[in-house]
């Protein structure tokens, strides 16, 4: 199985603040990857798809980029609506896609 | 409107069994491929099932054997049958849609998900 390890795991920051969270793959992952955002008590959000695609509806100020093993996705300027938990998805060993750990951003 | 509603949770004992429905609206479910994930309290995303539209099914090794997929196209509704529950099963289930169908084999995610029904197994 691929594996995603995501870091931080938590991450304490102020709104404005331009924060970035990093997922790193076991094994060459090509750009077959999304980030999801969940808030308390809901289904996750689409956020990014092919490593750096904004979903449709999502705020220009999420942005992802990366291939192969490494991938950020990157907050330029953090609103209260984004505190949350992300999560990165594998998808390039369909169908058993595998997903990163999370990173719990929480507001300093 | 395009969404998602699962139904069926609730608690069950070690070694009982469950169905878990999705019903899909603004969609058709056997055009998609349709996926089950779990989520444990207070832990992060487990990928449980998929079924394709093709009809092929596959399963997460922990799953394997005791869960089957399967839909029902003249109700739109995707299903998750659970048998041999245990203690571990235990978690939130989110049925989703994976755009595989819509925009090809390289630019696919999760991108519906239902709002989550919620799995207790427990004695």
């Known amino acids: 199985d691929i594996q995603l390890t995501q870091s931080p795991s938590f991450l304490s920051a102020s709104v404005g603040d331009r924060v970035t969270i990093t997922c790193r793959a076991s094994?060459?992952?090509?750009?077959?990857l999304a980030w999801y955002q969940q808030k308390p008590g809901k289904a996750p959000k689409l956020l990014i798809y092919?490593?750096?695609t904004l979903q449709s509806g999502v705020p220009s100020r999420f942005s992802g980029s990366g291939s192969g093993t490494e991938f950020t996705l990157t907050i330029s300027s953090l609103q209260p609506e984004d505190f949350a938990t992300y999560y990165c998805?594998?998808?390039?060993?369909?169908?058993?896609?595998?997903f990163g750990q999370g990173t719990r951003l929480e507001i300093k | 409107e395009v969404q998602l509603v699962e139904s069926g949770g609730g608690l069950v004992q070690p070694g009982g069994s469950l169905r878990l429905s999705c019903a899909a609206s603004?969609?058709?479910?056997?055009?998609?491929?349709m996926s089950w994930v779990r989520q444990a309290p207070g832990k992060g995303l487990e990928w449980v099932s998929v079924?394709?539209?093709?009809?092929?099914?596959y399963y997460a090794d922990s799953v394997k054997g005791r869960f089957t997929i399967s839909r029902d196209n003249s109700k739109n509704t995707l299903y998750l049958q659970m048998n041999s529950l245990r203690a571990e099963d235990t978690a939130v289930y989110y049925c989703?849609?994976?755009?595989?169908?819509?925009?090809?084999?390289?630019?696919?995610?999760?991108?519906?998900w239902g709002q989550g029904t919620m799995v207790t197994v427990s004695s």
């Open positions: 094994q060459g992952i090509s750009s077959y």
């Open positions: 998805q594998q998808l390039y060993s369909y169908p058993s896609i595998t």
């Open positions: 989703a849609r994976d755009n595989k169908a819509i925009v090809g084999a390289t630019r696919n995610a999760y991108d519906i």
């Open positions: 603004g969609f058709t479910v056997s055009s998609n491929y």
């Open positions: 079924i394709y539209s093709g009809g092929s099914t």
């Open positions: 092919a490593a750096s």
